[in-house]
């Protein structure tokens, strides 16, 4: 058995949690990219367009996202691209958490009073400025705090990147307690740094929240 103390498992473990954050902020701002897409196509009622983004809403919030990471990883491998655990977690992360953010946000967006619209259509804006100006900042303080708790969410979902031997906070913890047999003490120190993780921004998004709230 390796001789581990304290600070050698905390030390390996903050190494790892890195690629946590980087991989939650990968998934976030390119599944935030997509969504706004997929959101601007349904607002703007191009053809088609509620159905097909409809069904990939369906298809990747209807599925779990462990069978998403497995054919991220292996079935891109079928067709002959080789990726490697990094691409496929950022991938499969991204779309799924795209298929997400774009329903909350289009939530949000219906919310707003219908008179709202109409007020905006009736000085002449064109959708992106009606958005801008009137809906978004509206809908900012509405998508809030389940955009927070969704990313939230995303954070503790990169653990499941584990599976395919992307080593992020839970993975590395998982070698580290195979190495030490002190299963305990090292999940107790990932639990913390997920908390760690998680727990400013559920707090940033309750003063975010107050603050719109008395701006409003």
């Known amino acids: 058995m390796v001789e581990f103390s304290l600070w050698d498992i905390v030390r390996n473990l903050l190494l790892a949690a890195r690629w946590t954050v980087v991989l939650s902020l990968i998934a976030f701002v390119g599944g935030g990219a997509v969504g706004l897409a997929l959101l601007g196509a349904r607002l703007a009622r191009w053809p088609g367009a509620d159905r097909v983004v409809g069904a990939y809403v369906q298809l990747f919030q209807g599925t779990p996202l462990l069978m998403q990471l497995f054919l991220a990883y292996f079935g891109l491998a079928l067709l002959g691209m080789e990726v490697s ?45 009606q958005l801008r100006h009137v809906i978004g900042p509206q809908a900012l303080r509405i998508a809030l705090p389940p955009t927070v708790g969704f990313l939230v969410q995303v954070i503790k979902g990169t653990a499941l990147a584990s599976v395919i031997g992307f080593i992020e906070l839970t993975k590395a913890g998982t070698m580290i307690t195979n190495a030490t047999f002190r299963p305990f003490t090292v999940y107790a120190c990932v639990a913390l740094m997920y908390f760690a993780l998680c727990y400013p921004i559920s707090a940033w998004s309750r003063g975010m929240e107050r603050k719109l709230h008395r701006g409003q």
């Open 85 to 129: 655990a990094w691409t496929a977690a950022a991938l499969a992360l991204t779309l799924y958490t795209s298929a997400f953010l774009t329903e909350i946000w289009r939530g949000c967006v219906n919310a707003i009073h219908k008179g709202q619209w109409e007020a905006a259509a009736s000085l002449a804006l064109t959708l992106p400025e």
